[in-house]
């Protein structure tokens, strides 16, 4: 494991990218958000705001050729995969330019191409298709590894124990990670896992647990990693879990009134992306050249919203394409 201050040039390098993909998913959720107020997105809108570190430091222990499977809080991990925020920020927006081709928006994310497997909105049902995909991957001899995301309310649904089963029996090459943020919705967690560590259900499977906070980017890289590598030398899966916690309400629907703003606070003292910027600022990076990255990526992520604006409607003949089986 590393020390959370980088030491070396290698370990700057490798922080200061970190850091950069932390600010381009806070300034794309900013944007969004205000898209959204305004009412240039419909549908819902979840965020991902404070919850950075865990998508940024798991995905950075995967290859090109791994899966990754998400849930409706989908933007952050699409951004840490490298997708670019022009086509995301316009499929929020339900334009044809959208990664989805406008059809999915916020919680549908899709692109095969980078193995990025969704944005599913139904909670915890896509735990057994990443088990599928897993499956599959093992099947064909891919050498791949998937890593699906979840919240701990997910943890009560039957695909989260059908998914660990059949990767427990298979010893399926997959990476469970539960990103705890405290609240199913609006509901804490004490009122509903009547265990509050999720990881310890591992044990009910034979598999692989671990347990780790998600405000240190790069512990939460090498925590991921050891699993994945555990998964890649067909050891099977692990479930991970990663303590969080969301700045914003459930969606932007969501006031968040059923927590204290003492709490809040005391998280917001905590945030994994100022926590990188103090430690990058004691590795001997000067304020200003990471004030002139900030602007950078804001510069970015204004092009990605004016390109979203701009963007075309979808026609209307796509209207039923994808979602009824048609002849050939």
Known sequence: MVSSIPKDSQ????????????VLIRKFEEAAAKAYSVGKIGGFLHLYIGQEAVGVGSIA?????????????????????????KP???????????ISKGNGGSMHFFDRNA??????????????????????????????????????????????????????????PVVFICENNHYAMGTPEYRALAVKDVSVRAYAYDIARDHIEGDEVRKVRDHVQVAVERARRGEGPTLIEVSTYRFRGHSMSDPAKYRTKEELEAYKKKDPLMRARHEL??????????????????TQVDEAYQYAETSPEPPLSQLHKYVYSEDK
Request: charged letters at 20%; a negative charge; hydrophobic letters at 40%.
């Open 115 to 172: 193995h990025f497997m969704g944005g599913h909105g139904i909670v915890g049902g896509h735990i057994s298709l990443a088990a599928g995909i897993a499956f599959a991957s093992k099947f064909k001899k891919e050498d791949s590894v998937t890593i699906c995301f979840f919240g701990e309310g997910a943890a009560n649904i039957g695909s989260f124990h059908e998914g660990l089963n059949l990767a427990a029996i298979w010893k399926l």
């Open 88 to 98: 995301l920020m316009a499929e929020l927006f339900g334009k044809g330019t959208g």
């Open 11 to 22: 370990s700057v390098s490798e922080l200061k990218e970190f850091y950069r993909q932390m």
């Open 61 to 85: 222990a995967l290859t090109p050729k791994d899966y990754i499977v998400s849930t409706y809080r989908d933007h952050g991990h699409a951004l840490a995969r490298g997708l670019s925020p």
């Open 281 to 298: 600022e004691l590795g001997g990076i000067k304020t200003e050249e990471l004030d002139k990255m900030d602007l950078e990526i804001q």
